[in-house]
């Protein structure tokens, strides 16, 4: 995107608002509150949707944003790691509004009860065809995550939410997640339930043998006129975050080089605009954005940040805009272009969050959900406990969610010390709300969800928990591999996010007493990536923990939170005690 200083100065003045603050309808009816936030004028004659990171959650949920959300190095204070106050300064979101409790931890457990649930694929449904009808022609783009996350999609390998985003409207897609539902079913999916519908583009993904592309890398599409490429980048660390052999046959990566080859082919085929749906992770979409020159915006996912503010990035062709629409349904991302004289001239962006008390129901997804669901409406409800406690998962280093389940294996598994992967995916529950088995799923269903138990030295565990920290605090995005940080359960520990990599877990100990590196310990955990897994015969962790829970009595205690002792970066915006 090329803009002089005037049109950058003016552009930066109109993407740096989040959307129209509630203000007075705040405290508005229903109907009123809706017309006033979600009310959002037409601007120029391009204009894209954006959801990403849905994981399967079709039904209205509560999500709670992260506490803590570490920035290191040129990341410490620059979005997307800012929490809190902090983020809503930046967005300046009112404190207490609607949209304050969407972006933000603050006051949850009163503001969730005020606000309601977020999300929920029919009331993104109403959402969606009411843009799309202020916006002719605009493009709904799904940036992946999507066939993964709950129930209902694992007992249905994934067809439940095909059919949604079919009916939703969904143009064109990428993927992470989506491949751990194996290549042959990809494939079937894209060739044919997409087929003529939705375009699923992937310029990073190719065959191992002759290194050909397995999806479009790009597809162009006329808006109003205008000629648009959106072109694909899947999560570039897939057989790494997942296990391998879900895609033995495909090579990932970020692949910048051919990137910008693809960009260049767009543009030299008439592309006026250039969009990429990207599953990378923003800090990894910032640094390519700077990398690759050429693409109007980057809409990004992955992380799972809901970032109200566009971040305009340079290069050498000008500048980038990089976006990133939250997660679980809760938000829907519009970008507006004007385009003249065949170039983006100028901008709009918004973060709507998807209240479903704000939002009526479309009739027609409704009646789709409820088909869907019909099954396994049984399976799901059953109340395994009463949550005493809020519970919930996001965050760099635990939550209670997690902390339940690690809980649960060390009393099931008879163990010392428990891990449970750092996904950021899963939904929130209030205190006082049934545990039922939809929630267990919605933490815990993947098609590789083996719980496990495993002899190992303080030496390998330490080595483990270095290699995940690194994942996520390496000063370079491009090394960041996905997730949280691994929760710990039974052990404590301390970190230093600043330290160098194999430096910076320190003072671990079980019972007060330091864990030695020549010991063996019992550890369980669970979501093995090696294929050996597979064939184990191990339970799925939910079949464990379902059975804790079971022997709770009825109520489930408020969970005492295991987190580590934070030895550096502190004071951070991305940190609230």
Request: with cysteine; net charge neutral; charged share 20%.
């Amino acid at each position: 995107m090329n803009l002089s200083k005037r049109e950058f100065l003016q552009v930066m003045g109109a993407g740096t608002m989040a959307g129209m603050s509630l203000g007075s309808y705040a405290e508005a009816a229903e109907g009123k509150a809706a017309n006033g936030l979600y009310d959002i004028p037409r601007f120029g004659n391009v204009s894209f949707l954006h959801m990403t990171d849905c994981h399967a959650q079709l039904k209205p949920i509560h999500f709670r944003e992260p506490s803590i959300n570490l920035g290191i190095g040129s990341m410490n204070g620059n979005l997307p790691h800012l929490v809190g106050e902090h983020l809503l300064k930046v967005a300046k979101v009112r404190p207490g509004s609607a949209e304050a409790h969407a972006l933000s931890y603050l006051d949850y457990e009163k503001a969730a009860k005020r606000y309601g649930k977020v999300g929920g694929f029919a009331h993104l449904a109403t959402l969606v065809k009411r843009l799309k009808a202020s916006r002719p022609g605009s493009l709904l783009l799904d940036g992946g995550d999507t066939w993964q996350g709950s129930g209902t999609c694992l007992w249905t390998n994934g067809q439940d939410m095909v059919d949604a985003c079919k009916l939703l409207g969904v143009d064109v897609m990428t993927g992470h997640w989506e491949f751990t539902l194996g290549m042959e079913r990809v494939k079937e999916i894209v060739e044919k339930d997409f087929k003529g519908k939705v375009d699923f583009v992937a310029q990073n993904v190719k065959t191992n043998d002759f290194g050909d592309p397995v999806f479009k890398p790009y597809v162009i599409r006329e808006i109003n006129g205008v000629p648009c490429a959106i072109i694909g980048q899947a999560f570039p660390y897939t057989p790494i975050a997942n296990p391998r052999y879900m895609v033995a046959d495909w090579a990932f990566g970020i692949q910048d080089d051919n990137m910008q080859k693809m960009v260049d082919e767009a543009r030299g085929k008439g592309a006026q605009v250039v969009v990429v749906i990207s599953h990378n992770g923003m800090d990894v979409d910032l640094k390519m954005a700077s990398r690759v020159s050429g693409i109007d915006a980057i809409m990004g996912g992955h992380t799972h940040d809901g970032m109200p503010v566009a971040t305009l990035v340079s290069n050498k062709g000008g500048k980038t805009i990089v976006t990133n629409a939250g997660s679980n349904g809760k938000f829907l991302g519009v970008l507006d272009f004007e385009v003249k004289d065949k170039k983006v001239t100028d901008f709009r962006y918004k973060l709507l969050p998807v209240f479903s008390n704000m939002l009526p129901a479309d009739k027609e997804m409704e009646a789709l959900i409820t088909k869907i669901r019909a099954p396994y409406e049984g399976k799901l409800g059953e109340v395994l406990g009463v949550s005493e406690g809020l519970l919930y998962r996001r965050g760099n280093f635990n939550g209670t969610g997690d902390q339940l389940l690690v809980d649960a294996l060390l009393d099931v598994q008879g163990a010392q010390i428990a891990f449970s992967p750092g996904f950021r995916w899963g939904t929130t529950l209030l205190p006082g709300q049934a545990i039922t088995r939809e929630w267990l799923l919605d933490m815990t269903a993947t098609t590789y969800s083996y719980a496990t138990v495993t002899d190992m030295t303080g030496e390998t565990i330490k080595t483990v928990m270095e290699d995940v920290c690194d994942n996520l605090f390496n000063p370079d995005p491009y090394y960041q591999q996905g997730g949280d940080m691994v929760r710990v359960g039974g052990m404590s520990y301390a970190v230093d996010p600043t330290a160098k990599m194999g430096s910076r877990i320190t003072d671990m100990r079980l019972n007060g007493k330091p864990i030695e590196a020549g010991k063996t310990y019992k550890v369980a955990g669970w979501a093995p990536v090696a294929e050996e897994a597979s064939r184990a015969g191990n339970k799925m962790v939910w079949e464990l923990v379902e059975q804790w829970l079971k022997a709770q009595g009825g109520k489930v205690a408020p969970r005492k939170l295991n987190a580590p002792k934070i030895t550096g970066g502190l004071p951070n915006p991305g940190y609230a005690a």
